[in-house]
């Protein structure tokens, strides 16, 4: 089995800043990319930032210059510091991970999402 949980989401005002955290645990043997989505009410879950094992990055547009991508590969773990936030970044947070379990798999996982909130 293969858990991905997410920390960090809350309320806070236009401006300011939060950091999620996302921690993958269970039958893994390796990581190859992990990334963040958002889905707010009535849209699709879009793309904000992905990461390669590697350290390699994308951003959606918008969030370019705004959001941080980073991951700690010896704990399984992915974050997004999200700053300069607008009422617009309103959305659950999913983290995703493409991975590989000791069963010699390669699948993606989601997590159950946290919820971010920018009040004007």
């Known amino acids: 089995q293969v858990r991905l949980v997410e920390s960090g989401g809350g309320l806070v005002q236009a401006g300011g800043s939060l950091r999620v955290s996302c921690v993958a645990s269970g039958s893994i043997v390796s990581i190859i990319d992990m990334g963040w989505y958002r889905q707010a009410p009535g849209n699709q879950r879009d793309l904000v930032a992905t990461?390669?094992?590697?350290?390699?990055?994308n951003y959606a547009d918008s969030v370019k210059g705004r959001f941080t991508i980073s991951r700690d590969n010896a704990k399984n773990t992915v974050y997004l510091q999200m700053n300069s936030l607008k009422p617009e970044d309103t959305a659950v947070y999913y983290c995703?991970?493409?991975?590989?379990?000791?069963?010699?798999?390669?699948?993606?996982?989601w997590g159950q999402g946290t919820q971010v909130t920018v009040s004007s």
């Open positions: 995703n991970a493409d991975l590989i379990t000791r069963w010699g798999r390669r699948d993606a996982y």
């Open positions: 990461i390669t094992y590697g350290g390699s990055t």
